[in-house]
């Protein structure tokens, strides 16, 4: 199932919707927006986000994309991304690997319930009602 969603605040941003089943019939989100008064196309929400911030259905995609999206391509367990996202939040992004696997490492959390960090895509279960809502926005 797809949709795109035309929204306006400050600025009209396109937003692209997406749930679809992986190879074990799970839902998978995905979702990114254009807003070309931003120069912002992709998975620039967060870039997107302080201009929309009078638009309700926005807060809701913005919340649903920060939580689900990609839900079938995490690098790590719960745990490690947790003690990344903590000790780095924004700034994530900036890390390499490398670093993430020595971070990691200092709280002996590069390998996590016999998973090794970044050796795999895991799959995180979207709850039942952010898939409702997502499956409700994207019908609509």
Not at 9 to 21: G, P
Not at 60 to 77: E, Q, V
Request: include cysteine; charge should be neutral; hydrophobic fraction near 35%.
């Amino acid at each position: 199932m797809k949709k795109t969603i035309t929204l306006k605040d400050k600025y009209t941003v396109h937003v692209h919707l997406e749930l679809r089943e992986n190879k074990d019939n799970k839902p998978v989100f995905s979702c990114c927006a254009d807003c070309n008064r931003l120069h912002t196309h992709g998975q620039g929400l967060d870039k997107i986000n302080p201009y929309m911030q009078n638009n309700t259905m926005w807060k809701i995609i913005y919340r649903l994309w920060k939580a689900h999206h990609l839900n079938d391509m995490h690098p790590g367990t719960e745990v490690q991304e947790a003690i990344l996202e903590e000790d780095f939040g924004d700034d994530l992004y900036k890390l390499s690997y490398t670093d993430k696997c020595r971070w990691l490492s200092r709280y002996n959390l590069l390998e996590h319930n016999g998973y090794k960090y970044g050796h795999g895509w895991l799959y995180r279960e979207i709850p039942a009602d952010d898939l409702a809502v997502i499956k409700a926005i994207i019908e609509a």
